[in-house]
């Protein structure tokens, strides 16, 4: 039997991972099944609108981390994610974004060009030894 190898593009058994793990949850927690029953109209647009946005994600993330490299791909992501959190909980009406939150939003706001303009490892020089 021939040794074949298959090459496949990061992104998709991640997106495929996110998303059998995504319907294991939905169908193996208590509670999970009748939550679409028990929204508002709201809240079931919302759900309709975050699975493919859940789905998708590693379809722009690997391709990021792919130009940018791992490290500034993965800040970027974590520091973001608080921020679109809040707003996301703002514009739903769940609540209001703290003096707390505002502050850490602008110093991360603030701190994102810096990750830009760092040089990264293939641009610093290397040593002659």
Do not use: D, K, Q
Request: charged share 15%.
């Amino acid at each position: 039997m021939p040794n074949r190898t298959i090459s496949l593009p990061p992104a998709r058994p991640s997106r495929a991972g996110l998303t059998l793990g995504g319907l294991l949850l939905f169908l193996t927690s208590r509670g999970a099944r009748s939550l679409p029953a028990a929204c508002t109209r709201g809240e079931r647009w919302l759900l309709v609108l975050g699975a493919p946005a859940v789905a998708g994600y590693p379809v722009t993330f690997h391709p990021a981390v792919a130009r940018t490299g791992v490290a500034a791909a993965v800040v970027i992501a974590l520091a973001s994610a608080p921020v679109f959190a809040g707003l996301l909980a703002w514009f739903t009406g769940r609540a209001r974004p703290t003096s707390r939150w505002g502050a850490a939003t602008g110093a991360a706001c603030w701190a994102a060009p810096f990750w830009c303009w760092a040089p990264s490892s293939r641009e610093r020089p290397r040593r002659r030894t």
